[in-house]
């Protein structure tokens, strides 16, 4: 009986240490991760203990590392096969460590290593590199496991690889380390029926297979995507909350951070990256097609499904306006549309382009009623998030039209701003809309407010669902006021990506 209950206690008190442990970590609301340790902005080496220190200054939520096995088995911390021209498994520790790393560290074992990672804060992401046999890399992942329990670091070390025969070694040893896997090649639920807990791939292999990021989410198993540095890759994770994002730019990601809508209780509800080729997804965008001149005497014919007319390429979606005889028109063009597969009512809505040159040009990123309940133009509103004519190339609309408030009747509410590059830089257009008010931002800071007024439909007409369009116009009583310039075509709008995101 007292043996019975000294094992109950003990396991009650390691129960509880561990449950500490994982609360301790959880506080860690981040999802930064420093690749190889926080080394860039400090011009540490790469895998140094002293890139491991700043990354934990930082409080990353995690900091990875790379792990080989020397001849004589020392376990050290390095990314590349070879160290000075030394292949590490075919050398011993005592020849590698003759060469310092460019601080004057030696290079680190994974004793070391660990020993100098304790913390409440920061995960250590243990990267056991690919060996040059299976067998050679399950004795690696079992020394690994053995020298991390040790050293009692199992409650912060996370492990990955290329490697899926390592995991399986590793998961084999401990039932509850957390393995996640690089390689980008096997789906949420091939992992998840092996016990992996989650997903470590290149942020593109997510691009190309966003239904991944809903499938694991849904299957509970963690997000990690790498090596990320550009802003807007950063954005689009953070967008949709990534457990971890392994970059090595902390600092940048860090600010990407403070400045992501899910600060601020937004969630990402639609998007499009555009990261594939070809015609626009019709799973997101349909078409308005036609040339009766849309209202405003516009001198183009918006085509359907037209490559000539929009198309997406290496990242970006480019409608074109061309000087091409279509039907009855002298231009061609194209007008996308969300309408039936995306409309939302109230959100943030941000889309990056850049403008078409060109006196005669009129692009637009707009809004238009779905249900046009209140009945046609202008009773049922529309949302100009961005208008701009190119006779005024260095000035952007925006723009709200109601039964009470519209051009037709000189009556509309608008803002505008001044822009220096509108043709040769993305930026980003949007708005955030509630039932309070409109307003309209320019990269992030808002020029324009339209408030509700809260009398009836006539003047606030915004409490039902809309959707998106993007177009370009030729033209028009607007845009073609002091005519179109014959030398412009094809004049091209690109798009970057379009986001979506709506209150929790």
């Known amino acids: 009986m007292k043996i019975t209950f000294f094992l109950k206690k003990y396991y009650f008190f390691q129960t509880l240490f561990l449950f500490k442990s994982l609360i301790g970590f959880t506080q860690n609301t981040n999802s ?61 520790y005592m020849q590698l460590s003759a060469f310092k790393l460019s601080n004057g560290e030696k ?42 329990k040790k050293t009692k670091t199992k409650e912060i070390v996370d492990y990955i690889s290329f490697d899926y025969e390592i995991l399986l070694k590793i998961r084999s040893l401990d039932p ?76 940048l990601a860090f600010e990407r951070l403070k400045l992501s809508p899910t600060q601020t209780n ?32 516009e001198l183009q014919f918006y085509t359907e499904k037209d490559a000539n007319t929009a198309f997406v390429k290496n990242g970006i979606l480019t409608i074109s306006a061309k000087k091409q005889k279509t039907e009855s028109k002298d231009y061609a063009s194209a007008r996308l549309v969300t309408k039936t597969k995306g409309d939302w009512l109230n959100g943030k809505i941000e889309v990056r382009a850049k403008l078409p040159k060109g006196k005669g040009t009129w692009p637009a990123i707009w809004m238009l009623p779905t249900d046009w309940e209140y009945g046609g133009w202008p009773e049922s509103g529309e949302i100009d998030i961005m208008e701009h004519v190119g006779y005024e190339p260095d000035t952007v609309y925006g723009t709200v039209h109601t039964k009470a408030f519209n051009h037709s009747i000189g009556t509309h509410k608008t803002g ?73 075509f094809p004049a091209k709008m690109e798009v970057d990506y379009v986001r979506v995101f709506q209150k929790k």
């Open 32 to 92: 930064v991760v420093a690749h190889r340790g926080a080394w860039k902005a400090k011009n540490l080496p790469e895998n140094s203990i002293a890139s491991l220190k700043q990354a934990i200054a930082l409080k990353c939520k995690g900091s990875e590392f790379d792990v080989h096995m020397t001849a004589d088995e020392v376990l050290v911390v390095n990314h590349d096969a070879k160290y000075h021209d030394l292949e590490i498994e075919k050398s011993t």
């Open 416 to 488: 505008s701003f001044f822009i220096d590059t509108p043709y040769s830089e993305f930026h980003d257009y949007g708005i955030e809309w509630d039932q309070e008010k409109i307003d309209f931002l320019y990269d992030g800071k808002k020029y324009f407010s339209f408030k509700n007024t809260k009398k009836n439909f006539q003047e606030w007409p915004y409490d039902k669902r809309f959707h998106l369009i993007l177009n370009i116009a030729v033209g028009g009583n607007w845009g073609g006021k002091y005519g179109v310039a014959e030398d412009i």
């Open 176 to 251: 509850m380390a957390h393995l996640q896997y690089l390689t980008g090649t096997k789906s949420p639920a091939e992992l998840e029926k092996d016990k992996i807990d989650g997903l470590d791939y290149h942020f593109s292999v997510f691009k190309n297979k966003p239904e991944w990021i809903a499938e694991a989410k849904s299957l509970g198993l963690s997000l990690n995507a790498w090596t990320v540095n550009e802003t807007k890759d950063l954005d689009w994770l953070i967008a949709n909350n990534f457990d971890f994002i392994t970059t090595n730019e902390p600092e």
């Open 107 to 148: 290079l680190p074992t994974l004793k070391e290593y660990l020993k100098a990672g304790k913390n409440g804060y920061t995960r250590l992401v243990c990267e056991i590199k690919p060996a040059s046999n299976t067998e050679r890399g399950r004795v690696v992942a079992q020394k690994v496991v053995e020298l991390v």
């Open 266 to 297: 937004w969630k990402l509800v639609w998007s499009d990256e555009f990261n594939y080729n070809g015609l626009p997804d019709d799973k997101k965008w349909g078409y308005d097609v036609g040339g009766h001149g849309w209202g405003n005497n």
